[in-house]
């Protein structure tokens, strides 16, 4: 039965059941199938030339080898745990986030910049005892395809966990004086496999560790730079130089990565936590599909490396930093809007008395965000420039996301404000790409 708190949910995403479960298994295949066509025994060459059906499951095992790899479910734990330890007990500024249903706000620990520094620390003192060698990242790189199905397996289990729980009564209390969890508007429809995979609960936490915001920030992305970094130090140890390809895609990702990770107080206010319940979709995505899609171009370099000439480097680089100014330029705007800073913008007052604001960045399209954050996607597949279009996955990927993030953001939008939204779509009529959408 539906309460007041967490009214049932209208609206269905991904076609309900029979689409979460075909996402469910569909993108972990996808995942594991763009792994297995970048490997050092075989990888795709130019327009998929050499392709053959045998080697996307090469190498791949029965379920019963994965869930016995005891030494890789060791060691993928230790990472994740040892990481909620450290997000827990490491300093940092605490900081509310946005408002929930009932009235409070979650407190969170914002201490990426300790995090940071430990995990540089760890690598340094990694690298003066072995010499160099660093066996962990050569470890990371020999097993990276079963690594892969370990943490979608891991993901899943994850998955369940914080399902089950969220049937379970708070120890505490909430803003209404009761036991009853928030759930998230989009995943209390009562089916199991629609709620398990877009999340019942809007934040499951155990003890004071947020396990949204956690997974969003800290394994996944962290392992993608390692995963990057194995594949500069593998190229390293076989030819004693940097690759400068490789060394380039390492630094705008890992810049990106920081960059995310020391800022994590913006994330406060994003969909993925104020609005989004946690399930597989969140945990699959933070876990596994990040750190081994997001990492494919570094990982294609590693197999197939290319010297970058002058002009090609001036052209990555021309992408990442228009990306990058567009995106954290607009992003500052729209903070300092919000604080009440810059009252001299144009915008449209709506009937809950906030501001839909129109003016600056916020004047050429609806999300002109996500388009600086796109041209950063395409800045990093040009490293592997015109190798194969098969490291161009995340940049059309990612724009999927986006345009599927910008509906979801126009449907709520038109149902919140109404003629407000109305009115602002006639001021700002492009979407993402000024011009052209």
Known sequence: MASKLNPKTKNIEFGGAPGALAISVGLPILTIVLNQ????????????????????????K???YYFTRYDLWTYYTAWHLGLAALATILPGKKM???ELRDGTSL?????????????????????????????????????????????????????????????FPLLGKNGHNT?????????????????????????????????KLFCELRPGMLLWLLINLSCLHHQYLKTGELNNAL??????????????????????????????????MLAFGDLSLVPFTYSLQARYLSVSPITLTNYQLATIFGFMVTGFYIFHKSNMQKSLFRQGKLPHLNSIATKRGTKL??????????????FGDWLISLSWCLTTWFQTPLTYYYSLYFATLLLHRQSRDEHKCREKYQESWEEYERNVPYKIVPYIY
């Not at 995090?115 to 097993?143: C, H, K």
């Not at 036991?179 to 003890?207: C, H, M, Q, S, V």
């Not at 960059?259 to 597989?280: A, P, R, S, W």
């Open 96 to 98: 509310n986030g946005v």
């Open 107 to 167: 407190p969170y620990k914002i201490n990426g910049i300790a995090m940071s520094a430990a995990l540089f620390l760890i690598l340094a003192v990694r690298w003066q005892l072995t010499q160099g060698q660093l066996p962990e990242l050569q470890f990371l790189y020999d097993n990276h395809v079963d690594l892969c199905i370990v943490t979608i397996l891991y993901a899943f289990l994850l998955s369940v966990y914080v399902y089950v729980t969220s049937f």
């Open 62 to 64: 029965s379920s019963r």
């Open 179 to 211: 036991k009853e969890r928030i759930l998230a508007l989009g995943g209390n429809t009562g089916n199991p496999i629609y709620d398990w995979f877009i999340g019942r609960e809007l934040n499951p936490r155990l003890g004071p560790l947020d396990i």
């Open 357 to 370: 604001l129109c003016d600056g960045w916020w004047a050429k399209s609806q999300h002109i965000n996500y």
């Open 247 to 280: 060394l380039v895609v390492n630094l705008l990702q890992g810049f990106y990565i920081f960059d995310g990770i020391l800022n994590e107080e913006g994330c406060l206010t994003m969909m993925d936590i104020t609005t989004d319940g946690f399930g597989y």
């Open 37 to 60: 066509m970048v490997r050092p025994d075989y990888f795709i060459k130019g327009w998929f030339s050499n392709f053959e059906f045998a080697q996307l499951w090469n190498g791949i």
